[in-house]
């Protein structure tokens, strides 16, 4: 039995209108709902520090929130892309962003990282990806690249 929605009668389940006010009801399913899936987690995040050409205090603003976001997401990998600078020795942000994640490191807020130049052949490296097999996927493209840097969070 359930409620009338307009009238408030006591009627059958199953009426698809009330005999009293004849208006048309919503039929009440026996079955539960289904639970919504929950989301899956990313395991590993890819952040552009260079996107919008950021100074580089800036840049490492959005590196600290994207380690705060994904410590909080259950990401395990932050895949920051930091550049090399164009003269190919070294950009500013890759120099502030190693720098910072030497400090983090040694504070205990980050776990590991691992420099592109050092991903093929570190042991670091060789860890992160048989952990984490979604980073083989990018693998040729990260291996040797000096302008990203992947850190365990």
Known sequence: MKNCTTCGNQIQSSARQ???CEQPQAIVSREPKPMPKPKAKRTIVTVNLEEGRPFVEDALRRMDRQFYEARLGGTAVVRLIHGYGSSGTGGAIKQAVRTELEAALRHGTIKHYVSGEDYQHSAIGRNLRSRFSELKECLRT????PGITLVEV
């Open 18 to 20: 009330c005999p009293y």
């Open 142 to 145: 990260d291996q040797g690249n």
